[in-house]
């Protein structure tokens, strides 16, 4: 996934990107937030994803998405 991949998904679920203040070792820490949306009578839920960059946090959060909807399509 490209970082404008990333960004594209991530506007098309109407998600958050977040970034920490670079840390004193250099590191940066990238959050991912998306909520899914409700299924039925059932709320969304909230998907938090951590990772090193704008992909990595997305990509994360991408799979989280999936895995979902997997469950919730098997459910019906």
């Known amino acids: 996934m490209t970082p404008e991949e990333a960004l594209g998904w991530l506007r098309q679920v109407k ?6 203040n670079r840390h004193s070792s250099g ?15 059932r709320n969304g839920k909230l998907i938090i994803a951590l990772g090193s960059s704008v ?3 997305a ?3 991408k799979g989280q ?3 979902i909807w ?6 019906h």
């Open 15 to 20: 998600g958050q990107i977040y970034r920490n």
């Open 59 to 61: 990509a994360t959060a």
């Open 55 to 57: 992909e990595e946090a």
């Open 27 to 41: 590191t940066q820490a990238w959050v991912a937030v998306v909520r899914t949306p409700r299924n039925g009578t």
């Open 70 to 75: 997997h469950g919730m399509s098997q459910t």
């Open 65 to 67: 998405w999936r895995e």
